[in-house]
């Protein structure tokens, strides 16, 4: 490995080898299922160093895999053997508060971001757990709290940097190198490696938000709440609809700690004022038994749950895009989802409606533009001893919800064996991605991901 031996010198980064004292912590990533032994780590902090890892690469004829906020359920971050590109300590980020513009590297959080962006009284629509990195839930989409306000993570993207298989380097927007612009927006990483992200603001500083539990007799009738109301609710307001084992807390009453809730995950960005007439439809829909809805500060929100999601709980998730929430879709819901088996394993409905419908469905490469909800069975739970009977669970569910669901999923919550659904995945947008991946990356060096071949010959 002469190029990759030589590394260290060329570099500003940490090169980390097999047998090197960190090798073991700095391999893992966020799914404890994932337990890989990559040939070397490169743990960049400028695109200096990502151009010459790639050409080291390349030149070695390793495989590439490229680590951001490291969440990837399947563990697309690390590979067997690969030369892992780990981004993690490239997150400078710089706020343009004149023209509500960000920049920020593909190694920050939604944690850094918003904290960055929250001090100008800004923000954009991340995921709903701050420790996620920027870089994969912008490329494969972006479902967050704010998408029904502003649109998806990456309706918000304005240009992107990247390093191409040959360790060229680019620029992507509207105007420059339009086709890979249009294919970094939900075509997740199969282009290059993002080292730059700048995105467009909105004035969101402090919410009202929290869960509110229900219980699980009522679903049905929360559920038939919540569909309708999320139609044509004010675009202010986002609800997340979820299954719940009560954790520990106290705003949940002491004898029900460990029962089975559903619940609704609300969050207001409009006046403070005229938050308790927005949620009156969603918390009349039943009897609260618990909730802990109040203004919070945007980051606050953003991270309520990261306590209960900490590094390396077991990951196997399944995804879903649906339309209005049938009696059929309903029923099914209710065979498996009060069955949820770890107080960490949900079912989530997010809405993808509001803004995120007022983008052309060829606008960008996210292929299900159209649909209401992206749906997510996300099994995690701290023993592996359980892994059997948990991916049981979520087996089981998806199929039960399949049939009443579009053919594809949310890229960015598949797993590892979705691949045989990667067509159905990128849905409108495979056959120009496939075409794009061909220009940008023949050889699939970008591979590890849910990942769109090139055309051969």
């Known amino acids: 490995m002469g190029d990759v031996a030589e590394l260290p010198s060329r570099v500003r980064g940490e090169v980390v080898f097999p047998g090197d004292v960190r090798y073991d912590e ?3 990533v966020y799914n404890g299922m994932i337990d890989k032994r990559p040939a070397v780590i490169v743990q960049c902090t400028s695109v200096a160093d990502v151009i010459a890892a790639v050409k080291a690469a390349r030149a070695e004829g390793l495989n590439l895999s490229v680590r951001g906020g490291g969440h990837s359920v399947p563990g697309f971050g690390t590979a067997d053997g690969a030369m892992v590109l780990d981004l993690n300590r490239m997150k400078g980020i710089r706020v343009d508060p004149a023209t509500n513009t960000v920049r920020a590297e593909g190694g920050c959080t939604w944690g ?26 912008t490329l494969g989409g972006g479902i967050g709290y704010l998408c029904r306000s502003s649109g998806l993570a990456l309706d918000n993207l304005l240009s992107a940097d990247v390093v191409l298989s040959d ?19 939900g075509g997740g990483g199969n282009f290059g490696v993002v080292t730059n992200f700048e995105f467009r603001l909105h004035a969101v500083k402090d919410v009202v938000g929290g869960p509110m539990f ?11 709440a919540f569909d309708h109301y999320m139609t044509d609710a004010p675009r202010q307001l986002y609800a997340v609809f979820a299954w719940q084992i009560a954790p520990p807390l106290p705003f949940i009453p002491e004898d029900r700690h460990g029962d089975t809730f559903c619940a609704l995950v609300v969050c207001w960005i409009g006046p403070p004022d005229q938050a308790e007439k927005a949620l009156s439809p969603l918390r009349g829909a039943a009897k609260v038994v618990a909730q802990f809805v109040g203004p919070m500060p945007y980051p606050a929100m953003n991270s309520l749950f990261d306590v209960l999601y900490p590094p390396g709980l077991q990951h196997y998730w399944k995804p879903a ?5 049938t009696d059929e879709i309903i029923e099914a819901h209710m065979a498996h989802g009060p069955k949820v088996p770890a107080v960490q394993s949900t079912m989530h409905l997010y809405p993808i409606n509001g803004a995120v419908h007022d983008v052309a469905p060829d606008a960008t490469a996210f292929g299900h533009r159209n649909a209401k909800y992206g749906t997510v069975i996300a099994g995690m739970w701290p023993d592996p001893a359980q892994n059997e009977a948990n991916i049981r669970w979520v087996r089981d ?3 039960a919800i399949a049939p009443h669901s579009e053919e594809g999923g949310y890229i960015n919550f598949a797993s590892g064996d979705d691949m045989d659904r990667v067509r159905a995945n990128y849905g409108r947008s495979y056959d120009r991605l496939v075409e794009i991946k061909t220009k940008y990356d023949p050889d699939n060096v970008f591979r590890f991901n849910q990942n769109v071949a090139p055309r051969q010959g």
């Open 112 to 137: 850094d971001y918003n904290h960055a962006t929250h001090a100008f009284g800004l923000a954009s629509t991340g995921g709903v757990v701050s420790t996620t990195g920027i870089a994969g839930l």
């Open 26 to 28: 700095v391999r893992k």
């Open 321 to 325: 895009f649906s339309g209005e929430l």
């Open 214 to 224: 229900f219980e699980v007799e009522d679903a049905p009738d929360v559920m038939r």
């Open 167 to 185: 360790g060229s380097f680019v620029t992507a927007r509207e105007d420059v190198n339009q086709d890979l612009f249009w294919a970094l927006r």
């Open 397 to 399: 569910y998806y199929r």
